[in-house]
């Protein structure tokens, strides 16, 4: 399983910019797909989820100004952030929780996308 995450940049403070992560290889689900971000010098915390019934959670920091999103297939997940402030510069990283074999499920990780805002 290989999650492509596309879509960070650079922005000004008050700008936008959309992220989308898409899975493919071989299994059999998708279930929650997420966001989770790394700033310098601290651990990785979580943005935004979504399960595959569409349920979605996000972070305090990030709640009214991102929105989390799944296409028909479930199998990309997108980020909108508006709004964008300075404290929002991370690695984003998407992950998703996959149905790979009989009971079996596991998760896997992309390889991150910096986003950097500019103030």
């Known amino acids: 399983v290989q999650l492509q995450a596309s879509g960070g940049g650079l922005v000004q403070a008050g700008g936008s910019l959309r992220l989308s992560c898409t899975a493919s290889g071989r299994f059999f689900r998708v279930n929650a797909m997420g966001w989770y971000r790394q700033a310098p010098g601290k651990q990785r915390e979580l943005v935004a989820t979504?399960?595959?019934?569409?349920?979605?959670n996000y972070a305090d920091s990030v709640k009214d100004r991102f929105s989390i999103s799944r296409d028909n297939a479930k199998t990309t997940v997108s980020l909108q952030m508006n709004r964008l402030k300075p404290e929002d510069t991370a690695v984003y990283y998407c992950n998703g929780d996959f149905t790979t074999g009989w009971n079996r499920n596991n998760v896997y990780w992309g390889q991150g996308t910096q986003v950097t805002v500019s103030s």
């Open positions: 979504s399960t595959s019934d569409g349920r979605t």
